[in-house]
């Protein structure tokens, strides 16, 4: 799920190195932080942040298929 979030924010940002997806474990829930530039920050939500709930959706997608349960932060 880390890489598939990476993919994802690489290709919406204007600096892709800027972007850090950490991974951590809260009891059965695996929590994904992502950090981008400042700058990017924008485009990462979306108007109305509908590209972080179109973000979330997919993980969603790809974690129920493999019976997981995984959670999208954003963060500055």
């Known amino acids: 799920m880390k890489e598939l979030v990476e993919v994802i924010a690489r290709a919406l940002v204007d600096n892709p190195d800027g972007v850090v ?5 809260e009891g ?3 929590v ?6 400042d700058g990017d920050m924008g485009k990462v939500i979306g108007k109305q942040g509908r590209i972080a709930k179109a973000i979330r959706s997919v993980v969603k997608a790809a974690a129920t298929k493999d019976n997981k349960r995984v959670v999208v932060d954003i963060v500055q």
């Open 21 to 25: 997806v950490t991974e951590r474990q």
């Open 28 to 30: 059965k829930t695996t």
């Open 32 to 37: 994904l932080e992502v950090r981008v530039a």
